[in-house]
């Protein structure tokens, strides 16, 4: 059968979920061991006949009993961890597994003990019944009751071992893919701030920036020349200022967006018509890092350019119930039907960035406007974030 590529993940994945169980289960071969030597040396330290092959077997295999259920409490500890807010609740839960799992286990060392006798010592087993007569199954009632009280302390110290084993497990697998995660951010974070800094730094770009300033000091506009040089180094200001966060303030990302859209618009001049709706309640929600910035930059680049007369882009940011709606439309040529991707760049790493960061909650659709024109929309759980002054983040204007 041909692999396909789901394979390798999935097989993976397989991998990492058994592993533990399989360990978990073999651990039990030591105290397995260890009852067999025990039987054997205390028969020879009180000078009795040595353990029959049944009595050594019923040593060791009533510990692997339990490397049975171990998977079973595994898989319960993965399905129903303690953990806030319903860590109350599943202690409780456990307790209940606990007890049932000490009667299997009890139950199979029973059974694993009248097996033995009837396949290794089927004479003794005959003359234990006729002895009892018609009181053979009360007695082995009697017999399996007194085996469950019996060993119920010691089976809830071992559910509780191995199911603290399963959580200590877990919970060191989830940290380590914390750390990947926060590994991968930050490196999706780096490949941000090195794409937007290629798109304010890229040759086209600061080819026609330059060239309008050249103009306008040509033509002796002193003011409005200095204005466009302070926006592209504070626009520069801005990225570099970023450092390492994976997430901003709206109303930071729309000042770097402002001082972008001031820049084009000084090219374009009347060309670009830029409308911004922005809610004033969601002006502290937490955004992305340059992902607004991005879908601007598209909508001027796969629209506005492609007009030969006035373009309109709509930048719009509002609250919908838990999540936040970001919306960049132009009125551009919109969508080619015959293009096999959508246009743009930093789409896909803008849809890593929002998995990484808020998984099937988020999501970006590209699609045609509603008259005309193409249509962005971001959407990503809603939660308030303080400036990055109140953060840490290091201000400095070098």
């Not at 592993?19 to 000078?47: C, E, N, T, Y």
């Not at 040509?218 to 020349?225: F, L």
């Not at 929002?354 to 959407?379: D, F, N, Q």
Request: charged share 25%; with cysteine; aromatic share 8%.
């Amino acid at each position: 059968m041909p692999r396909t590529p789901d394979d390798g993940p999935s097989q993976s994945g397989a991998r990492r979920v058994l592993r533990p169980w399989m360990i978990g289960s073999a651990l039990w071969l030591v105290p397995a061991l260890f009852g067999i030597v025990d039987q054997i040396a205390q028969r020879r330290l009180h000078g009795v006949p040595p353990a029959s092959p049944r009595e050594l077997l019923f040593a060791g295999g009533d510990w692997l009993v339990y490397a049975l259920i171990t998977p079973a409490v595994f898989w319960l500890s993965s399905r129903w961890p303690i953990r806030q807010p319903r860590a109350a609740r599943r202690v409780w839960l456990h307790a209940t597994f606990a007890l049932l799992l000490c009667v299997a286990w009890a139950l199979g060392g029973k059974l694993l003990e009248l097996l033995l006798a009837f396949g290794l010592e089927p004479e003794k087993v005959r003359r234990a019944l006729d002895d009892a007569g018609g009181d053979a199954l009360q007695r082995l009632g009697v017999d399996v009751a007194g085996w469950i009280f019996t060993t119920l302390p010691f089976g809830l110290v071992v559910y509780v071992s191995v199911a603290g084993m399963a959580h200590a497990i877990r919970y060191f697998t989830e940290a380590r893919e914390r750390e990947v995660q926060v590994a991968r951010l930050a490196e999706q974070l780096a490949g941000a701030r090195y794409a937007a800094l290629q798109a304010q730094l890229n040759p086209h770009f600061l080819f026609n920036t330059l060239n309008t300033i050249a103009v306008r000091a040509r033509d002796g506009d002193g003011a409005g020349t200095a204005r466009m040089v302070e926006q592209l180094a504070d626009i520069l200001r801005r990225t570099l200022r970023r450092h390492r966060a994976n997430e901003v303030p709206l109303s930071e990302e729309l000042e770097l967006v402002r001082e972008y859209l001031a820049l084009e618009h000084a090219r374009f001049s009347d060309r670009l018509r830029p409308m911004l709706e922005i809610e004033d309640a969601v002006r502290s929600a937490a955004v992305p890092s340059f992902a607004l910035q991005h879908l601007v930059e598209n909508a001027i680049r796969h629209g506005i350019t492609k007009r030969l007369d006035a373009g309109r882009v709509r930048i719009a940011a509002r609250r919908d119930g838990d999540f936040l709606e970001l919306v960049v439309e132009d009125d551009g040529p919109g969508l080619d039907p015959a293009a096999t991707a959508e246009p743009g760049h930093g789409l896909a790493d803008t849809r890593a960035r929002l998995a990484a960061l808020y998984g099937a909650r988020a999501s970006l659709v590209v699609a045609p406007g509603e008259r005309a024109g193409t249509r962005a929309t971001l959407r990503i759980p809603y939660r308030e974030l303080a400036p990055l002054e109140g953060r840490g983040e290091e201000r400095g204007d070098g």
